[in-house]
């Protein structure tokens, strides 16, 4: 089946510097990747949608300059978290949908940042 | 707009049947979907059902589809302490096209 691959698992920053998160596709081309975030106990939420070779669409509330997303190719989407702060600690998840497809939605493995 | 309610919680015990709830408002949904998620890791797609469905069966999942009613479920026979983790439910009008719109999740746990 679909496979996405999501790195790092987990990554520890300091306040002030950039992380970068990869979401690749690793048998498939994905049109469209979806970026969420999670809190602690709570449900997931989508941050941003991007379709390879556009710009992506932000969600309401979800700074654009702060969370950079790049989807240069059908494999492959960077979120950057930039000028990190202790409030960016959460639980990031990709998801990439190669159309058509019912269950065309695969999930990477999530990114836990810690910002310290 | 859009909106999927689940219950927060359920506790059962071992070998027993679980049945997971969930409601949605979206009346073009064409697409539901059932993801559990382990602690620390990402979703992993149990299931999915396609709107014109009432019910969908794979192996100790059974899910069930009341469209009338927006209302989802899925069953799990035969509880395993592996099943504890938390279910989303998750509805989108397309597949693929459109991000899936999650419920807040419901935890189980499986009481031996």
């Known amino acids: 089946g679909a496979v996405v691959s999501q790195h790092p698992s987990r990554v520890i920053c300091k306040s002030g510097t950039s992380v970068k998160i990869e979401c690749r596709s690793l048998?498939?081309?994905?049109?469209?990747m979806f970026w969420y975030r999670q809190f602690p106990k709570k449900s997931l939420m989508l941050m941003a949608t991007?379709?390879?070779?556009?710009?992506?669409?932000?969600e309401q509330g979800v700074e654009k300059d702060k969370f950079l997303i790049n989807h240069a190719s059908l494999t492959l989407s960077t979120l950057t978290v930039t000028s990190a702060h202790p409030e960016d600690s959460s639980f990031y998840i990709c998801?990439?949908?190669?159309?058509?497809?019912?269950?065309?939605?695969?999930f990477g493995s999530g990114t836990r940042l810690t910002v310290v | 707009g859009e909106d999927v309610e689940q219950s927060l919680f359920l506790s059962v015990r071992e070998g027993d049947s679980s049945v997971i709830n969930c409601t949605y408002t979206d009346s073009s949904s064409t697409y539901l979907y059932w993801y559990k998620q382990e602690p620390g890791a990402g979703l992993q797609l149990l299931t999915y059902?396609?709107?014109?469905?009432d019910m969908k069966q794979d192996q100790r999942l059974t899910v069930l589809l009341n469209k009338k009613d927006k209302h989802l479920s899925l069953r799990i026979a035969d509880t395993q302490t592996g099943d504890s983790a938390i279910y989303f439910c998750a509805e989108s009008r397309n597949s693929g096209n459109t991000p899936l719109v999650f419920g807040k999740g419901t935890r189980l746990s499986v009481i031996a």
């Open positions: 048998d498939f081309q994905a049109t469209t």
């Open positions: 059902i396609f709107s014109n469905m």
């Open positions: 998801s990439a949908s190669a159309l058509p497809a019912p269950g065309g939605y695969t």
């Open positions: 991007s379709n390879e070779g556009s710009k992506a669409t932000y």
